[in-house]
Structures are given as structure tokens and as C-alpha cells.
């Protein structure tokens, strides 16, 4: 909550805190299920292409039939933070904009995954939490099998 509080006022220190390399930023357990939330800023001025996710990790992180992994996507330009959303990695959009790269992956591996970044400025200007539960099973099954 601090580090929302500071960016949120735009005055005073952000809090020092460190990330581990774990699949989310912040974790909580619930009683019927647990969620990860990757916390990721966009500079909104910038066609950047993100880092989403390890296939591994993710699929590691899904197997238990509680687990639920979304992003909160932090918009922002020079002067100002332009939005903040939450949003599941299976929304329609964010799914279908996904990049696989095999190629920066260490032997054994499926890969990682990067983000559109013109998808993310949508999504953080225009908050869409549209999920079809066919394709999102689908994108996993292709994950799985890589």
C-alpha cells in the first residue's frame, strides 16, 4: 500500500522494497483461492514491448487448481500517472497479444512471454476485463505443449 500511496500523491520517497524473481510482485492467500499480481508500469509515450511472464513459472503457478495470476498495469507519462489497472492474464485482449520467445529461454524450457505494448496502453486507458474461458483453455493447452 505504500508504494500505491506514493505514487498515487506524486510527493514524498518511494518506498524501498525488493522483488524476488518469483512469477508475481505480490502474493495473498484467500480462503477458496490465491492469487499473484505482477506489477508492471507502462511509460505510455513509449512502443515498448514488455516482458510478461516464464512459461514455466506460470504453468508451475497454475497447476494448483486454486491459483489465480493477474497484472496491475501502471500507466505512465512524464508528469503523471495516467491509470492503474487489474487485470487477468486470460483478458481477451491482453491473451491474444502475447509473444512467445523461445529464443531467450535456457535449455529445457518453454520460453518467456512479452506484451504488446500498444494492447497495454488500450487496456490501462480503457480497462476490459472480457475472459472466454475456450480460448483462454486453448492459449494454455499451447503453452503446455511447447
Not at 46 to 59: G, M, R, T
Not at 63 to 75: L, P, Q
Amino acid at each position: 500500500m505504500q508504494l500505491i500511496d506514493a505514487l498515487l500523491q506524486g510527493q514524498g520517497e518511494i518506498p524501498k522494497f525488493r522483488t524476488s524473481n518469483d512469477l508475481g510482485d505480490y502474493t495473498r492467500v484467500f480462503d477458496h483461492f490465491e492469487t499473484a499480481t505482477d506489477v508492471k508500469t507502462k511509460i505510455m509515450l513509449l512502443n515498448s514491448n514488455p516482458k510478461a511472464y516464464n512459461i514455466d513459472k506460470l504453468l508451475e503457478y497454475l497447476s494448483n487448481d486454486k491459483s489465480v495470476f493477474m497484472f496491475y498495469f501502471v500507466g505512465i507519462e512524464p508528469n503523471r500517472i495516467v491509470n492503474q489497472v487489474l487485470v487477468s492474464m486470460f483478458q481477451v485482449d491482453l491473451m491474444n497479444s502475447t509473444i512467445i520467445l523461445r529464443h531467450w529461454a535456457g535449455r529445457n524450457s518453454r520460453g518467456v512471454t512479452q506484451f504488446q505494448g500498444s494492447t497495454l496502453n488500450k487496456l490501462i486507458l480503457s480497462p476490459d476485463n472480457n475472459i472466454d474461458r475456450h480460448t483462454s483453455t486453448l492459449f494454455l493447452q499451447d503453452l503446455i505443449a511447447l
